[in-house]
């Protein structure tokens, strides 16, 4: 929007400009030129040239100006060039103040190069608030800025968080974080118990009154029609079950 903005100030000042010191003072020049032919100059030869010349580079300063924020360097730069082109156009226009006119037999002339030099110190003035305006808005952009900083760290710091957020609720639980104590799975086939194959539970002696079972989980021996290891409580499976029943 803002730079919407400047480029219509940049274009509309073009246009202004370009009618305030190109064509009107041409139009001038030419209503003077044919209505007093005996007024001269010094720059009368190549009045329109000059003015047409000079006119332009203020054209120009003057857009650059325009399309440049109020605070920065480069409109400072630019309006001061603008004010030192308008004093050469000014100059040309008056040719330096000096003014001949011939009327038959009489020759007259005009020095107004103090009343040029009273203009020049006018324009010279308006730098003064060309220089006032940098200083103002200088400071004005100077805190845009700093806002602006501000609220990218913050946003930056919004977005690190969010994602650190999310990192963290993708984490998989750790359940052994839950207690301090061990826990052992017994060998109950409910709960999908598979005994390794190291120790299998099995019947080793043939005669009746010396069966026994061997614990999968601590190796110990039990009776053959025990449900439960005697040693460590754990669980025996279906098949050492109906193996005992039916021995």
């Not at 700093?146 to 609220?151: L, Q, S, V």
């Not at 002696?205 to 029609?225: I, L, M, Q």
């Amino acid at each position: 929007m803002a730079r919407k903005s400047r480029l219509s100030d940049a274009v509309w000042t073009a246009f202004t400009e370009t009618i305030r010191y190109i064509i009107i003072p041409i139009v001038l020049i030419d209503l003077v030129t044919s209505n007093w032919p005996q007024l001269s100059t010094a720059f009368m030869g190549n009045l329109e040239e000059y003015t047409t010349g000079f006119g332009a580079l203020v054209v120009a300063a003057s857009t650059l100006e325009a399309m440049n924020r109020p605070g920065t360097f480069r409109r400072l730069l630019f309006g001061l060039t603008t004010l030192a082109f308008i004093g050469l156009w000014l100059y040309v226009i008056f040719g330096g103040g000096l003014v001949a006119f011939d009327y038959g037999p009489y020759h007259v002339s005009f020095d107004m190069s103090h009343i040029v030099t009273i203009m020049l110190v006018g324009i010279s003035l308006k730098g003064l608030l060309v220089m006032q305006t940098y200083t103002t808005y200088k400071s004005v952009l100077a805190e845009e800025e700093r806002t602006k900083r501000i609220e990218e760290s913050e946003e930056k710091r919004m977005v690190a968080e969010a994602k650190k957020e999310r990192v963290v609720r993708r984490t998989p639980p750790v359940f052994d974080r839950l207690s301090s104590s061990e826990f052992h799975i017994t060998a109950d086939d409910d709960i999908g118990f598979v005994p390794p194959p190291l120790h299998e539970a099995r019947q080793e002696p043939t005669d009746r009154a010396d069966r026994h079972k061997t614990c999968s989980v601590c190796g110990e021996r039990s009776p053959a029609n025990a449900q439960v290891c005697t040693s460590c409580g754990a669980w025996f499976s279906k098949e050492s079950f109906r193996f005992g029943k039916s021995s």
